[in-house]
């Protein structure tokens, strides 16, 4: 495929499932301009990955599987997003017991890490 055509291809896809695509990951989101990030990352995952595209499914279901996994990821950094930041604001009354620690290296870790 000639590169001016893979660009005419990618515009055309763009403007048929952009607004589809909006739509679906919004769903995911607390407001409009994250819903426009994340879908902005579902096109430039699509023009990553073009060339793995075979056809075995519709263009419409491959489209739809990144953006449920680019969804999917951002909800994942945004639940850590939330922990990290009610772990700083979380002033422990005590110390954390040793064993805990023993038992929880990487939740251990983030306590010191957040209360150094």
Known sequence: MKQENKEEDIRSIYREYVEDVYRFVAVFTANNEEAEDVTQEVFIRLVDSIHKFKGRSSLKTWIFSIA???????????????????????KPTFSVPS????????VARLLRETHS
């Open 68 to 90: 449920r996994n680019v969804a999917i990821d951002y909800v994942r950094k945004q639940k850590k997003q939330l922990f990290l930041k009610a772990l700083k604001k979380y």
């Open 99 to 106: 064993i805990m620690v023993a038992m929880a290296p990487p």
